[in-house]
């Protein structure tokens, strides 16, 4: 039901992507969209891009008088370091990174190749995701994300989705927690000193959730692989862990998995979420949770070895600018992520043409499984 597709390079004009899927009627909230996108490119530890953009959105189709009309919506971000013409070309692809394959592959030069692989496209797939947080909001669902590990610091307490909401503000690092975010401080400022780089884990959590979304029929329905595979698809993450995650291996059954219950007013429900709001492929109804883990970044000024792709000779690997630490920004970007995976689901489910045509749908399920 819901596409997108981004376009652009990370020292281009622009960034632009068209949303498409999108019912009609939906009200546009540029101050919720560029809020995001501001959240991104803050976090200790960031590189000295982000000194330079302010990243802002402008929305070039799809939305008359601030409501979605059920086109496509084009959406833009220009770019101020505007040096794709400048910027010269490397020999030496740094390990980690696209570099080398992506020159192989596509028999080019690795500065075609970085420009696109950048992170910096996650800046227009927060966009993109906030467009569909505004989506979910219009049915009472909302996202959260925080940082939950940078290097060996770790924050292992158990925590509300309102705690969240509440704890994580005014951190450099989107950490609930004082004490361990100057861990985590620490943990960047130590890989600073030493040239090197961190990486981390982040949770995403999604609320008002209605049993249903996804489904058990078709691999390619299943939520919990929609939501994994799309969080995998962002630059330097390389895990995804759903509630209980990899601790399923050393938990025994009677303690892995949530009990079922029954109340006249609320439904079926689980008093736990060992399973992270998704079994069999489809959401249960209780909040989704899940952890992505970023690898640390592949560009450090401790320089790798590497091969000169011109001589074929040992040499150190090139340096960009760059982060120390994503892990912050990491978790904008995967709650804009889990945000799009979602609406997608629930228009798989509900959609219409119309915000009134999807309201209506989806008033009526609740009512069938009531």
Do not use: W
Not at 96 to 117: P, Q, S, T, V
Not at 190 to 208: F, H, L, Q, S
Not at 249 to 262: C, L, N
Request: hydrophobic share 35%.
């Amino acid at each position: 039901m819901l596409q997108f597709l981004t376009c652009g390079e990370s020292h281009g004009k622009y960034l632009t992507a068209i949303l498409e899927g999108l019912p009609s009627g939906l009200e546009m909230d540029l101050d919720v969209i560029n809020h995001e996108l501001s959240k991104r490119q803050k976090g200790y530890g960031r590189g000295g891009r982000q000194k330079i953009e302010n990243d802002q959105i402008e929305i070039t189709g799809g939305v008359y008088k601030g409501k979605t009309t059920g086109a496509p919506i084009g959406l833009l971000i220009a770019n101020k370091d505007v040096t794709i013409d400048q910027v010269p070309q490397l020999f030496r692809p740094r390990p980690g990174h696209a570099d080398l394959a992506g020159a192989l592959k596509y028999n080019e030069g690795i500065r075609e190749i970085l420009e696109r692989a950048s992170a910096r496209e996650t800046a227009i797939r927060v966009a993109v995701g906030a467009v569909t947080e505004l989506f979910l909001r219009q049915f009472k669902i909302e996202m959260v994300g925080h940082v939950v590990q940078i290097g060996k610091a770790r924050f292992e307490e158990e925590v509300t989705f309102d705690q969240i909401l509440k704890r994580r503000e005014g951190s450099e690092v989107n950490c609930v927690s004082r004490e361990v975010e100057k861990m985590m401080l620490a943990e960047i400022q130590k890989a600073m000193k030493n040239k090197d780089t961190v990486g981390g884990t982040y949770e995403i959590r999604a609320r008002g959730i209605p049993i249903g979304l996804g489904s058990h029929v078709h691999y390619k329905r299943k939520l919990d692989g929609r939501i994994a595979q799309a969080l995998m698809s962002m630059q330097s993450v390389k895990a995804v862990e759903f509630g209980l995650g990899v601790l399923e291996a050393e938990t025994p059954g009677s303690r892995a998995h949530d009990e079922i219950f029954y109340d006249p007013k609320r439904g079926y429900f689980h008093k736990t979420n060992r399973a992270g709001g998704v079994t069999g492929g489809m959401s249960t109804g209780a909040e989704i949770l899940v952890r992505a883990t970023m690898k640390p970044i592949s560009t450090l000024r401790q320089e790798l070895r590497s091969v000169n792709m011109k001589t074929r000779k040992e040499e150190k690997a090139d340096f960009e600018r760059s982060d120390v630490c994503a892990v912050p920004a990491g978790s904008v970007i995967g709650e804009a992520i889990v945000a799009f995976e979602i609406a997608d689901a629930f228009l798989e489910k509900f959609g219409g043409d119309s915000m009134v045509e999807t309201k209506r749908n989806y008033e009526g399920y609740l009512k069938q499984i009531a």
